[in-house]
């Protein structure tokens, strides 16, 4: 059963940044798409962005141009840059591969607030 532990979740003013680590008790290497997902109070889980073994990149138009998404398969990490958040930004995050997924892991919480 693979294990996803995300961190580096936390509490962000409007226009800070934060950077979730996501990493995974196996070989992330030959998952084809890895994918950022977040959930809102009282909202369903939504996605966020994916990329590809290959580095292709897609985001929801949300958080297209502030947020950026990369892998390190050598480390079987998946990592989020968030950069100008916002307060619509507050959710607690998740990784998981797509379409298909494992379990969800416990997720980060990211709270943007002044």
């Known amino acids: 059963q693979v294990q996803l532990v995300e961190s580096g979740g936390g509490l962000a003013q409007p226009g800070g940044s934060l950077r979730l680590s996501c990493a995974a008790s196996?070989?992330?290497?030959?998952?084809?798409?890895m994918g950022w997902y977040r959930q809102a109070p009282g909202n369903q889980r939504e996605f966020v962005a994916t990329i590809t073994s290959g580095g292709t990149t897609d985001y929801t138009n949300a958080v297209k141009g502030r947020f950026t998404i990369s892998r390190d398969n050598s480390k079987n990490t998946l990592y989020l840059q968030m950069n100008n958040l916002q307060p619509e930004d507050t959710a607690v995050y998740y990784c998981?591969?797509?379409?298909?997924?494992?379990?969800w892991g416990q997720g980060a919480q990211v709270t943007v607030s002044s």
């Open positions: 998981n591969k797509w379409p298909s997924l494992w379990n």
């Open positions: 196996r070989s992330i290497a030959s998952i084809l798409v």
